[in-house]
């Protein structure tokens, strides 16, 4: 799933997914998460995304549970960012197999 940045973020409300621009740029990103794992009782939820067409610069950071949802805020080091979550007990919500991609427009 292909999602394009726009000032507001973007909202995945079926599959428990949102995007958040903190910054005027959209760079920094805060990204939350109500999804399957959430709603499966996982006690703790990881991102794991990487940067661009290739996932470069892949990380994986434990997310912080909040009033909101599980959420992580991260610096995107190219204009799309590739990610899915996984809890303590090693499941992952990879959106089907399809992960989700968040691309910055070319008017940022």
Request: proline residues 2%.
């Amino acid at each position: 799933m292909s999602l394009q940045a726009s000032f507001g973020g973007w909202t995945d409300s079926y599959r428990g997914v949102q995007v958040t621009p903190l910054s005027q740029d959209g760079r920094e990103v805060t990204i939350t998460y109500n999804g399957l794992l959430q709603n499966s009782g996982a006690q703790e939820v990881y991102l794991h995304h990487g940067f661009g067409d290739s996932w470069h610069g892949t990380g994986e950071f434990r997310m912080e549970k909040t009033p909101q949802g599980w959420q992580k805020t991260i610096v995107m080091q190219d204009n799309q960012v590739v990610f899915c979550f996984k809890d303590n007990a090693q499941n992952w919500d990879n959106n089907d197999g399809h992960n989700w991609l968040y691309r910055l427009s070319s008017g940022f």
